[in-house]
Nanobody, 122 residues
């Protein structure tokens, strides 16, 4: 029933990779930018990455640049976050969110998923 559902989280060793998916139901992704956020234990939620509605523009927080890649496939109603070279400090609950295209990646999310837990530990 949720407009957005994340999947792909789990336990991975440092240096490993995970691919998170965010699938929309009852939501036309053509009109929304998609952002990925995370909240680590004891910390505030932070933005990780965002992709524009068209997929033509992306951004990343400095901590993940060069390691994470955001992408989307509107036909499949899905957005992705490929996470490589994972570090223990990447451990967090990861959330996807949809933002109306008029605001793009600068706007506040209109819809949130419930989150998927990523644990990076040896």
């Amino acid at each position: 029933q949720l407009p957005l559902v994340e999947s792909g989280g789990g336990l991975v060793q440092p240096g490993g990779s995970l691919r998170l998916s965010c699938t929309a139901s009852g939501l036309n992704l053509d009109y929304y930018a998609i952002g990925w956020f995370r909240q680590a234990p004891g910390k505030e939620r932070e933005g990780v990455s965002c992709i524009s509605a068209s997929g033509g523009s992306t951004n990343y927080v400095d901590a993940v640049k060069g390691r994470f890649t955001i992408s989307r496939d509107n036909a499949k109603k899905t957005a992705f976050l490929q996470m490589n070279s994972l570090k223990p400090e990447d451990t967090a609950v990861y959330y996807c969110a949809a933002i109306l295209q008029d605001y793009g990646c600068k706007g506040l999310p209109d819809y949130w998923g419930k989150g998927t837990l990523v644990t990076v530990s040896s």
